[in-house]
């Protein structure tokens, strides 16, 4: 049977997803150096749809060019987690704010039930396992994406898009320590305050456990073993 003509374009879209799913998710590490040829054998891709996907990370800033060598995924640094907290504080505080103000009432309802999730699954006993971490990650990843899709400014969603990726990183790799995940104060309060519409109360919280989250995070890097080699990578299992 003959592809249709988009198939290439689907299988790059593929390649993409997998791709950067797989670096969000820290089972391609930061700093993990990357071939084509070895990609495309560990995949099943094709060469030219992962070149297409690496294009595309190289541009999203999840993988550089390594001249002559492939490519790698982009490293994290104590300086590199430090500026991203920095800017996620400006930015996450004002998303916030504008899109519980500005939320249809389709969106409004998806962020009741994505926050009142996150309540649930942090007010658990077994909320420090990686497992419920890991799935808290993900329920954020999709609430602060509606919440900057509310806000219908193309600037702070664009830059959303471009923390989303490299934060959710930090977050994965802060589930390995042995400590229990920063909440961001997901709690009754923050159900209470999208309710109401609260875009003032919401913006103070997440700007509030944001500076907390920061110097947690800056703490427990600064203690990792591979920090020595200034690039931060994930613990052995």
């Avoid at 290439?8 to 969000?24: C, E, F, M, N």
């Avoid at 993990?32 to 099943?44: F, G, W």
């Avoid at 590199?80 to 004002?94: G, M, N, Y």
């Amino acid at each position: 049977m003959t592809l249709p003509s988009t198939e290439p374009r689907s299988l790059g879209d593929a390649a993409y997803q997998q791709l950067r799913a797989d670096i969000v998710s820290c089972r391609l590490a930061p700093g993990q150096r990357l071939t084509e040829r070895a990609l495309a054998e560990t995949t099943e891709f094709g060469i030219s749809p992962i070149r297409d996907a690496l294009t595309r990370l190289n541009h999203d800033g999840l993988v550089r060019t390594l001249p002559r060598k492939g490519y790698q995924v982009t490293p994290l640094t104590l300086k590199s987690v430090d500026d991203l907290f920095t800017l996620w504080q400006i930015v996450a505080p004002e998303i916030a704010r504008l899109g519980i103000r500005d939320a249809t009432a389709e969106q409004h309802q998806r962020l009741m039930d994505a926050f009142g999730r996150m309540a649930e699954l942090t007010a658990q006993a077994g909320s420090r396992e990686p497992e419920t971490q890991l799935n808290l990650i993900e329920i954020a990843d999709i609430a602060f994406g509606t919440l900057a899709a509310a806000t219908q400014n193309d600037y702070l969603l664009s830059i959303f898009r471009r923390l989303q990726s490299d934060m959710a990183r930090i977050w994965v790799l802060l589930t390995q320590a042995d400590i229990r995940m920063p909440d961001l104060g997901v709690d009754q309060r923050w159900t209470q305050a999208i309710e109401r519409r609260d875009g003032d109360a919401a913006a103070e919280t997440v700007r509030a456990a944001l500076a907390e989250a920061h110097g947690n995070a800056l703490r427990i890097f600064s203690r990792w073993p591979s920090v020595a080699a200034s690039e931060i990578t994930p613990l052995p299992l």
